[in-house]
């Protein structure tokens, strides 16, 4: 365990108390010395070190349980959370995230934050195949598993492909995979993923409860039909202590090319 010494708080008179010791944490958790499920020294054992009360102490990390940094454990003290989800990036079927929650054990929910009917750009006409300036449908939903945010997905559709899609059809929760096989026949769906980074907006941070420019997974993912006709390109943006990607390990026993 790291012990902490008040001279590495803040010597910013003008912050509370409360607001050092927490962005102190912060920094400490973000540190080689801390990682996933280990837990953090107590509330009792914090004052003592920093020299500040418990309630100050409780404070500071009320906040970073608030934003999602720490967890509260009746049993086992605070805790850096574990990931919530694990999300496979080996299928080449795209798979729902709501479905994905399911799988890793964990309660689904999602809230439709946006949908419209635009004109594409350049660059989203370029992930379709399509002219710059056809129809396209836009839909931007906020994931959570066990009630927790963990997920923001931006996707986007040819308005040909779903001419009657409405709002109310993304609130049931139904998967869009589901929706797009069961009423419009698109058969087979298959897609490639990209793999990054991204800093995270100011209402992506709070709706993921992260700070601004937080660092997050990002991963962009255009998706065909069995016919190879594109029907959707999504980017998804996601937490980056709750959200985990796994590849399966490559079968060695076979030779290569």
């Known amino acids: 365990m790291t012990l902490i010494q008040e001279d590495t708080l803040s010597d910013d008179a003008a912050a509370p ?35 500040r ?22 049993t086992s003290g605070t805790r850096i959370p574990t990931p919530r989800v694990t999300r496979p990036m080996d299928a ?32 989203i006409a370029s992930r379709l195949k ?28 040819p308005l040909a492909l779903v001419p009657d899609l409405a709002a109310e059809d993304l609130m049931a929760g139904e998967s869009l995979y589901d929706l797009l096989h069961d009423r419009y026949g698109v058969g087979t769906i298959r897609s ?7 800093k995270c907006t100011d209402l992506e941070a709070r709706l993921l409860n992260l700070d601004v420019g937080t660092t997050c997974l990002s991963l962009l993912v255009n998706v065909n039909d069995d016919k190879g006709r594109p029907i959707e390109f999504m980017r998804s943006l996601n937490h980056p202590k709750l959200v985990v990607f796994k590849t399966s390990p490559a079968d060695m026993s076979k030779p290569s090319a």
């Open 53 to 74: 009360n418990r309630m100050t102490v409780r404070k500071a990390i009320e906040g970073l349980v608030g934003r999602g940094l720490l967890e509260r454990n009746s």
């Open 192 to 198: 490639d993923r990209e793999i990054g980074v991204a």
């Open 130 to 157: 399509m002219e710059e300036g056809a129809e396209i449908v836009i839909f931007r939903r906020l994931f959570t598993a066990n009630e927790t945010p963990v997920c923001i997905e931006t996707s986007h559709l």
């Open 92 to 123: 080449f079927a795209p798979q729902g995230f709501r479905r994905i929650i399911q799988a890793g054990g964990g309660t689904p929910g999602n809230k439709l934050l946006h949908f419209e009917q635009a004109r594409a750009s350049a660059k």
């Open 17 to 51: 108390a409360y607001k050092q010791i927490e962005a102190y944490l912060e920094e400490l958790l973000a540190g080689p010395d801390y990682g996933p499920g280990d837990r953090i020294p107590s509330e009792r054992v914090l004052a003592e070190q920093l020299g």
